[in-house]
C-alpha cells in the first residue's frame, strides 16, 4: 500500500475553480491507479476520477466531466484534481485514493474538504 495525503480545497464560490493535491509515498506508482473520490453529507461516497499512472489514461464521473481535470506529477508523486466552474452539488469530503492494477481501491488519504457556496 501507499500513503497518501491530499491538500487544497476550503471555500470557493459557485463558478470559481479550486485544486486538490495528493502526494504519495511508500511505493512506485507505475503499476496504480490513481483515484479521486467524495463524500457529501448524508451521501454514500461516489467516485470522481481516476488516472492510470503509467499511460495517463483518465477517466470522469458524467457529473464532473468538462469541468474537473485530474493529472500527474512524476517529478513529485502527485496527483492534482483541478476543477472548475463548481457548483454547490460538488461540496463534500474528497479523498485521494490508489490501487495496484485492477481490483479496489485499497490505499486511502485522510480527506479534505470542499465547499461550494452559492
Do not use: H
Not at 6 to 19: D, F, I, K, N, P
Not at 20 to 44: D, H, N
Amino acid at each position: 500500500q501507499v500513503q497518501l495525503v491530499e491538500s487544497g480545497g476550503g471555500l470557493v464560490q459557485a463558478g470559481g475553480s479550486t485544486r486538490l493535491s495528493c502526494v504519495a509515498s511508500g511505493s512506485t506508482l507505475i503499476s496504480y491507479f490513481m483515484g479521486w473520490f467524495r463524500q457529501a453529507p448524508g451521501k454514500e461516497r461516489e467516485f470522481v476520477a481516476a488516472i492510470s499512472w503509467a499511460v495517463g489514461r483518465e477517466s470522469y464521473a458524467d457529473s464532473v466531466k468538462g469541468r474537473f481535470t485530474i493529472s500527474r506529477d512524476y517529478a513529485r508523486n502527485m496527483v492534482n484534481l483541478q476543477m472548475n466552474n463548481v457548483k454547490p452539488e460538488d461540496t463534500a469530503v474528497y479523498y485521494c485514493a490508489a490501487k495496484k492494477g485492477a481490483g479496489r481501491y485499497d490505499s486511502w488519504g485522510q480527506g479534505t474538504q470542499v465547499t461550494v457556496s452559492s
